[in-house]
């Protein structure tokens, strides 16, 4: 599986952090919606298209929250 993007609504601390990540794997998509950072709860979404998963971050990024969009690190191949 392969993460394409990163979004952090810039807060920290386990009640206020929140992240959302799309990742790929093969003809899949996947959105996951984090809060709690890295030991917090998770939901994820699975689409048949890059389109529809983008639809969803853009559903999941709207709010009051300032989002930065952070750059994923290269796989290790």
């Given at each position: 599986m392969?993460?394409?993007k990163?979004?952090?609504?810039?807060?920290?601390?386990?009640?206020?952090?929140?992240?959302?990540?799309?990742?790929?794997?093969?003809?899949?998509?996947?959105?996951?919606?984090?809060?709690?950072?890295?030991?917090?709860?998770?939901?994820?979404?699975?689409?048949?298209?890059?389109?529809?998963?983008?639809?969803?971050?853009?559903?999941?990024?709207?709010?009051?929250?300032?989002w930065?969009e952070?750059?994923?690190?290269p796989?290790?191949?």
């Amino acid at each position: 599986m392969e993460q394409r993007k990163h979004w952090w609504n810039g807060k920290w601390g386990r009640i206020a952090r929140k992240d959302v990540y799309l990742r790929t794997n093969g003809d899949q998509w996947y959105v996951e919606q984090r809060a709690g950072g890295s030991e917090g709860t998770s939901h994820f979404f699975e689409y048949d298209s890059e389109d529809a998963a983008i639809d969803m971050v853009r559903a999941l990024l709207a709010g009051p929250d300032e989002w930065r969009e952070l750059s994923v690190r290269p796989s290790a191949r």
